[in-house]
T-cell receptor, first 113, second 116 residues
Framework: GDSVTQMEGPVTLSEEACLTINCTYTATGYPSLFWYVQYPGEGLQLLLKATKADDKGSNKGFEATYRKETTSFHLEKGSVQVSDSAVYFC????????????FGKGTLLTVNP | GAGVSQSPSNKVTEKGKDVELRCDPISGHTALYWYRQSLGQGLEFLIY????????KSGLPSDRFSAERTGGSVSTLTIQRTQQEDSAVYLC??????????????FGPGTRLTVL
């Protein structure tokens, strides 16, 4: 079945540091790929998405590129802020699975001033 | 506009009791999903509704779990004879066009269920 593997945290960075959170997936067909974010005390929010190979999703300074050859969708940001502290989830959805989201286990990011 | 709403926000119950969790999707969204977020299992799909089609129940963990969606809008997730392992945050999400892969699923704030 479909699965998502993302790097385990927690990840602790200083403000303005570079961030990469690795995500790889296993799926049949051509899934859509997502990064969701959960800020402390808040619900899940879509951060960015990509629906086909080589697409780049971007939002709030975060980027991720859909790499079919390596089945990856790594999340990157060049300069993190304290307000980026949250749990980040990589996810995929596929037509053959009624587009339900299959999530990775989440990565807790803490950014210190 | 209004987002996905869920009630109650918190529910504490005793083992063996039944509970009902409610989800109000975004108006006009035809697809509705239930997920569960727990420390041990992460985020798991439970059930999917799309219009008048038969629901996809493949994620329900046992026959104690059931859900319905009335009038293509509000959904209720029912857990019978609750067990301690049912303790989790139950999340509802909706999306607009047939739950297509390009359509964003919008999540509600969740219901935190604690089974004592």
């Amino acid at each position: 079945g479909d699965s998502v593997t993302q790097m385990e945290g927690p990840v602790t960075l200083s403000e303005e540091a570079c961030l990469t959170i690795n995500c790889t997936y296993t799926a049949t067909g051509y899934p859509s790929l997502f990064w969701y974010v959960q800020y402390p005390g808040e619900g899940l929010q879509l951060l960015l998405k990509a629906t086909k190979a080589d697409d780049k999703g971007s939002n709030k300074g975060f980027e991720a590129t859909y790499r079919k050859e390596t089945t990856s969708f790594h999340l990157e940001k060049g300069s993190v802020q304290v307000s980026d502290s949250a749990v980040y989830f990589c996810a995929l959805s596929a037509q053959g699975s009624n587009y339900k989201l299959t999530f990775g286990k989440g990565t807790l990011l803490t950014v210190n001033p | 506009g209004a987002g996905v709403s869920q009630s109650p926000s918190n529910k504490v119950t005793e083992k063996g009791k039944d509970v009902e969790l409610r989800c109000d999707p975004i108006s006009g969204h035809t697809a509705l999903y239930w997920y569960r977020q727990s420390l041990g299992q992460g985020l798991e799909f439970l059930i999917y509704f799309q219009g008048n089609s038969a629901p996809d129940k493949s994620g329900l963990p046992s026959d104690r779990f059931s859900a319905e969606r009335t009038g293509g809008s509000v959904s209720t997730l029912t857990i019978q004879r609750t067990q301690q392992e049912d303790s989790a945050v139950y999340l509802c999400a909706s999306s607009s066009i047939a739950g297509g892969g390009t359509d964003t699923q919008y999540f509600g704030p969740g219901t935190r269920l604690t089974v004592l």
